[in-house]
């Protein structure tokens, strides 16, 4: 922190010597000169310490700058918490934030916010418990190596939300949690875009887990090699109205739900118990199941077509729609047959899924090559391609 | 002895103050001497025989025998046998003498080797007690002297005796009240903890009372105590009192539960009894037990130095290793004796009684959720999980007595009551999905299997020293202090979970060892009471005022702590990479795991609290006793402090809060004597209900759909209560009662629906405005002959109104009390309340031949069991009947046998919502008792 500061001090000192100098030019057919300096603007509530113990904390995580949590942090109702551009928060001691009122992390493509512990390891800290939260914002931020067990043994999700706000998270990375990456019970308004989410859950936790009447929409995301579904849409038995009704599309599902055991596979898209939905231009490929529409969604409200399936397994092909669910190929999906046939062409890919890596190889690359069959095969609706790299640049941005 | 206890039972020392100096003489009835002479060589003889209740032709133990011209004395025994020898031939007058009865003297003249047998009935005194004295009293373990006490009682109550409980097919506390009127039990699922609910309310608004003090609670979250675990042998009457008094302790809307130990002896006498049974459902299926040596008492972080990092061999696996069994048969074994020393200035009593029983259920449990909320309020299953428990419970009660007389006017006693009780159990459980993930059509889906293993010692410990003191002609002191502690000890709760899935095709995939949770949960009450009493009484010939003023205060303390292990499928392999997931189950010895919160949960368990209460009262009340009619009343004065502290990890959570009330409760009461053998009673009362002290607590335990919050500013009910009843006693055993009752209940508790968040359903304990209770009482006892009947009906009926879950679109009733568009209001009954209780028991009692049988019915109306958050989709628990039968014959002087069968109609318990849902079933099955039973 105090490094970060005082290169910010230094930027600042550097462009006061700019301005003066360019002032002085101008002025320079005066005698007269007046030097001023200034402390550096920084925020109104700038968080200035760079070890943060718990507590209640309000205000704004400077950009670049280096913070260290080792104890629980709150956002009380009323206060917001601004994570500028560029930050690096190391979270240690299993600590976690509990989000009662607002965050929002402002990473941008150049200058993501890191969430990270020092372990690389999964369940090292509590990730964001919003149950209460008014509102969440995730923009370019890395989330890593959450799941951290809560003070009664409970596990957490990386960013777990109970309440009925406006949920964005956009353009962020979720590595190597230990439960669900996103987990939504209730009727939150989600906008979940262009995010990628890999090896998040140890025996269980969907990347994306929506519990109850939830709806937006789920977009351009690459989930690879989670313990249960990658995106599971559900509504609570138990309080069936409003429904979750969401719309899934454009996003690459691969070696999802192995870890789970065969007697909970999980899926690349679950459609389940009450919900509704749309399920487009998915591109699902090594799942232990591929789209599930239970006997239980609300089937007259779902519609799907465009998705593609590719396995290079043979016996998880039987599982592109599970059998006995209400899920059934459409004309419009890609339907491979065998290995090879209708291969998606990833620009870096091996097969078969191995459920023990939590970290995806370095040579994994979700891209698809030129002459892809997702190519131009999407439902125009949503976007001409399908999958999570589109060819009109609208897609992932990792 | 009883005396000493006078104090501290109201109705009993309202009872003495009813009766003193309302004299009426004496009857002389029967004297049956039987002569048998025998052939004579020496020159003593001897005397022996029976004294008997004229009326019931019962013995009478303790009842005295004397020669005064030799300066003998002797108490009958526990039959009322007795027998002299050594008596110098010649004439005499034998002095036959029983408290509550009258003398009678009987002149005899005894030859040489002469062995006399005499028979003396003695007539039981119409209003006894016709001098101040504070010592006298009936005999409490007889039914006709329970007859006597509800009689003279200034309260509403039901007693029941010794002599009853003993003859009945019931072995502990909860079951022989269960048959008293007016009470229903409440059984916890797996019908391990069973309460008293009285007159349909739930036992939050009872309390449970040991000699007339409170007693402290083993439960973790409740201030009630479980009945179940009290062995009826050690008690001498149970009383329920149902309009309280002044001097009462002011916490019981629906009713006090005064579980009366045996007590001051007035003779020496020594009981054993011994018995062995058998549940039926052992010999249709085989006991499950586990290995418990094993078991660690304290948890790994509990047992460590601070900091220490719990490793998955901290652990212990056997008992979570299950193995088939014949089941061992359940037995019991008690005795009881008593003495007096010191020219009877000193009297001891030491009793204990063991069970020892195994006993099961095999159940479901449905949860259900709407078909379709958009279209109707339509409920159905969407999960089911079946359940079979085998639980071995050891109850052992001991009861220690010293008292000691000074002289006529001054006594002291220490009594300590020790309750043990220890219980193991598996719960084997199949959870099936109905509706939902991994289903496709009936028989697939996914199947979770657990299994349960757990122990458990409750102990509670009442230690009471108390002292009466008749200061003066008019004025009577008496004072109690108690210790009451009670506690928990649950270590190592461990259960296994596993799934499999059953396919679209039917196939079934391998099972897999989904997760361990290991539990160690203890809690230690403490109560410290302190009571006084002062009574004045003049008389006003030929009336009587009375005015009493006394107080209470205890203080409470309650420790609570729970730690909880989470064990998950290793999260590496041996190698430290990371795993494949879930790993097949084999077995416990083989099964690998990583301890996923190493810290336990202790620090912020929510069940990891401290609670504390303090209640100060004091009152004044005052009596007119006429010749007609007894009028009394008072105001009693409650000043209740409560506070909790609990660790929360949330910032903004309460973690301590001190709560303070003070009530004002008024009562009054008339009893009036329509005739010698009638009462008329009116009363009213004011009382309250204090809530739970987990209640308050600030907790948050999320559940998969549920939640469950605490409330800390959950407030204490108030009721009003109105009693009438008729009473008459046509035979000193016999009864009728005929009565009403109407409460007016402010601010009553129960848990309820809090709100919809997303698809959490939060569960509050909440009050809910105002609720009303109303019903009649029968209660009936009478004997033809050597036949008898006995029984009660009770009618109740509550309305309470909550919110409910509905779907206001979906619903088109424009009458309804809308909310919002997903709630509405709905009026019911309180929770726990059953329309209709029946109890019939037919007896057959043969005293010339030790012979006694009872055929005992119970039925049990429509009950709510518990509220559900959908509108009109509460659940009921079926009427039900249940059978049992008992008898006993008398083959030996000394020696009884008995038989206890239970649950003859293996009754189930069935719970529904929406009319036929099926939402629960407990199967029981029938339990059978052999015995023998020794008394001197």
Redesign the interface.
């Known amino acids: 922190m105090k490094k970060t500061l005082s290169l910010t001090l230094r930027q600042f000192t550097k462009m006061t010597a700019a301005a003066a100098t360019a002032a002085l030019i101008f002025t320079s057919c005066t005698k007269s000169s007046v030097t001023t300096n200034t402390k550096p603007q920084l925020p109104a509530e700038a968080i200035t310490g760079t070890t943060l113990k718990g507590g209640a904390v309000k205000g704004v995580m400077l950009a670049d700058s280096t913070y260290t949590v080792s104890g629980d942090i709150t956002v009380l109702p009323s206060d917001s918490l601004v994570v500028q551009a560029g930050a690096t928060i190391n979270v240690v001691n299993n600590s976690a934030f509990y989000i009662q009122g607002t965050i929002l992390s402002q990473g941008t493509k150049d200058k993501p916010v890191v969430f990270t512990a020092p372990v690389q390891q999964p369940g090292q800290w509590g990730g964001f418990q919003c149950d209460s939260a008014k509102a969440v914002t995730f923009l370019w931020t890395k989330i890593n190596w959450t799941g951290g067990p809560d003070s009664s043994g409970g596990t957490r999700q990386t960013i777990g939300i109970s309440s009925n706000i406006i949920v964005d998270i956009e353009d962020c990375w979720f590595i190597g949690g230990q439960d669900n990456a996103i987990g939504v019970y209730a009727a939150a308004q989600v906008t979940i875009l262009r995010n990628t989410f890999m090896g998040n859950g140890t025996t269980d936790g969907d990347a994306i887990d929506f519990h109850t009447g939830v709806t937006g929409t789920v977009a351009y995301n690459v989930l690879w090699g989670g313990a249960g579904s990658a995106i599971k849409d559900y509504t609570s038995t138990t309080v069936t109205i409003p429904q979750t009704n969401v719309v899934v599309y454009n996003n690459t599902c691969v070696d999802n739900g192995f870890r789970r055991g065969a007697a909970e596979p999980g899926r690349g898209i679950l459609c389940d118990a009450g919900s509704a939905g749309k399920f487009f231009n998915n591109l699902l490929v090594n799942n232990y199941y591929g789209l599930d529409i239970t006997p239980s969604a609300d089937i007259a409200n779902v519609s799907y077509g465009n998705n593609f399936f590719y396995a290079t397994v043979d016996s998880l092909r039987g599982f592109f729609y599970p059998p006995g669910s209400l899920g059934k190929p459409q004309s419009s999906d890609l339907i491979s047959t065998a290995t090879g046939n209708l291969d998606p062409m990833f620009v870096g890919y091996t097969t078969p899924p191995d459920p023990s890596l939590r970290i995806v190889p370095s040579n994994f690359d979700f891209h698809v090559k030129a002459g892809s069959p997702t190519i131009g095969k999407g439902n125009p609706t949503y976007n001409n391609d399908i999958g999570a790299y589109t060819t009109d640049g609208k897609g992932n941005q990792h | 002895m009883p005396g000493f206890y006078v104090r501290l039972q109201p109705q009993f020392c309202a009872k003495i103050f009813i009766t003193v100096s309302y004299t009426i003489k004496a009857i002389l009835l029967i004297l049956l001497p039987v002569i048998l002479i025998e052939s004579a060589y020496s020159q003593t003889g001897k005397i022996s025989g029976r004294i008997l209740n004229a009326y019931s032709k019962e013995g009478l133990p303790g009842a005295s025998v004397s020669i005064v011209k030799l300066s003998i004395q002797k108490a009958a025994d526990s039959k009322g046998d007795f027998e002299i020898p050594g008596i110098p031939a010649g004439e005499y007058d034998i002095t036959f003498e029983n408290v509550g009865y009258d003398t009678i003297v009987q002149h005899i003249s005894l030859k040489a080797n002469q062995n006399l047998k005499l028979y003396a009935a003695l007539d039981q005194k119409i209003n006894t007690l016709d001098s101040v004295t504070i010592f006298s009293r009936f005999n409490k373990e007889e039914e006709a002297g329970a007859r006597q006490r509800e009689k003279n009682a200034a309260n509403v109550t039901n007693v029941i005796s010794a002599q009853a409980m003993v003859r009945s097919p019931d072995i502990n506390a909860a079951n022989v009240l269960q048959r008293m009127s007016g009470v229903t039990i409440q059984r916890s699922s797996g019908g391990d903890e069973a309460y008293s609910v009285i007159r349909g309310m739930e036992p939050r608004y009872n309390n449970t009372l040991v000699n007339g003090i409170k007693i402290a609670s083993p439960d973790e979250k409740a201030r009630f105590v479980q009945l179940d675990i009290i062995p009826s042998d050690i008690l001498s009457s149970i009383e329920i009192s149902k309009s309280l008094l002044p001097d009462m302790e002011a916490d019981a809307i629906g009713g006090t539960v005064n579980m009366v130990v045996k007590d001051a002896p007035d003779n020496a006498s020594f009981k054993a009894t011994a018995s062995v049974g058998y549940s039926q459902l052992f010999w249709d299926e085989k006991y499950i037990g586990f290995d418990k040596s094993q078991i660690q008492p304290l948890s790994p972080i509990q047992r460590n130095p601070r900091g220490y990092v719990t490793q998955p061999g901290d652990f212990s696996r056997s008992n979570l290793d299950f193995q088939y069994q014949q089941a061992p048969p359940t037995g019991t074994l008690g005795f009881t004796y008593t003495h007096r020393f010191f020219k009877n200035k000193l009297g001891i009593i030491i009793a204990d009684n063991a069970q020892n029983q195994y006993y099961g259920n095999i159940s479901s449990l449905y949860?259900v959720?709407?078909v379709?909320?958009?279209v109707s309020n339509d409920l159905h299953a969407?999960d089911v999980s079946n359940y079979n428990g085998y639980t071995q419970q050891f109850n052992n009660g001991l009861v220690a007595h010293v008292d000691y007389v000074f002289n006529k006017n001054n006594r002291i006693s220490i009594n300590n009551v020790y309750i043990y009780s220890y219980l193991a159990q598996t719960r084997f459980s199949q959870d099936t999905t109905l509706?939902?993930?991994?289903?496709?059509?009936p028989g697939?889906g996914?199947?979770f299997a657990n299994y349960r293993s757990l122990t458990q010692h409750e102990h509670i410990e009442n230690l009471k020293i108390s002292g009466q003191h008749l200061l003066s002609e008019n004025l009577i002191l008496d004072w109690a202090g108690v210790l009451s502690e009670a506690g928990k000890r649950a270590p190592d709760r461990a259960e296994i979970t596993t799934?499999?899935?059953i396919?679209?095709?039917l196939t079934r995939?391998?099972?897999?060892f989904?997760?361990i949770?290991r539990i160690w949960q203890k809690n230690d009450d403490k109560d410290y009471t302190g009571i006084i009493n002062l009574t004045w009484r003049t008389k006003l010939k030929p009336n009587e005022l009375e005015i009493k003023a006394g107080g209470l205060y205890r203080s409470k303390s309650r420790f609570n702590s729970q730690d909880?292990?989470?064990l998950?499928?290793p999260?590496t392999?041996g190698n430290g990479?990371?795993?494949?997931?879930?790993?097949?189950w084999t077995n416990i010895y083989d099964a690998q795991w990583s301890v996923?919160?190493a810290q336990?949960?202790n620090?912020?368990?929510?069940n990891s609290y401290t609670a504390g209460e303090k209640v100060a009262a004091g009152y004044v009340m005052a009596k007119f006793h006429q010749k007609n009619f007894d009028l009394g009343g008072g105001a009693r004065v409650e000043n209740t402090q409560q506070n909790f502290n609990i660790n929360t990890?949330?910032?903004?959570a309460l973690t301590s809060a001190n709560i303070v009330y003070t009530d004002v409760l008024p009562s009054i009461y008339l009893k009036y004597r329509l005739s010698l053998k009638e009462n008329l009673r009116l009363s009213y009362f004011k009382s309250i209900s204090r809530p739970n002290y987990y209640e308050l607590v600030p907790y948050t335990i999320?559940g998969v759909?549920?939640n469950e919050v605490g409330n800390p500013y959950l407030k204490h009910a108030v009721a009003d209560n109105y009693d009438i009843r008729y009473e008459l006693y046509p035979k000193e055993d016999e009864q009728i009662f005929a009565g009403v009752f109407y409460k007016r209940i402010q601010n009553p508790i129960e848990l309820a629906l809090q709100g919809?968040?997303?698809?959490?359903?939060e569960y509050t304990p909440s009050n809910f405005g105002t609720a009303h209770t109303y019903g009649a009482e029968l209660a009936f006892t009478k004997y033809w002959g050597n036949f008898g009947i006995t029984g009660n009906y009770t009618y109740t009926h509550s309305a309470i109104t909550s919110p409910k879950?509905l779907?206001y679109k979906a619903n088109h009733d424009p009458n309804l009390p809308q909310i919002d568009s997903?709630h509405v209001n709905e009026t019911r009954p309180l929770q726990g309340q059953a329309d209709h209780i029946l109890n019939v028991s037919l007896l057959y009692k043969n005293v010339r031949h030790g012979f006694f049988a009872q055929l005992a019915y119970g039925y049990q109306g429509k009950t709510l069991a518990e509220v559900a958050?959908y509108y009109q989709s509460d659940y009921y628990q079926t009427p039900m009947s249940t059978l049992a039968f008992s008898l006993e014959k008398d083959i030996h002087k000394h020696f009884t046998i008995f038989g206890k069968f239970n649950n003859l109609l293996n009754t189930p318990t069935t719970l529904k919502s929406q009319g036929t849902l099926v939402v629960a079933t407990n199967i029981y099955r029938a339990s059978y008792n052999l015995g023998i039973r020794y008394s001197h």
């Open positions: 949860s959720s709407p379709n909320e958009a969407i509706e939902g993930t991994g289903r496709t059509g697939t996914q199947v799934d499999f899935l396919n679209s095709n995939t391998g099972t897999y989904d997760g949770s909880m292990y989470q998950n499928p999260t392999n990479g990371s795993t494949g997931g879930k790993p097949a996923f919160n336990g949960s620090a912020y368990d929510p990890q949330s910032l903004t999320r759909d549920f919809v968040s997303g698809g959490q359903i879950i779907y997903l958050v």
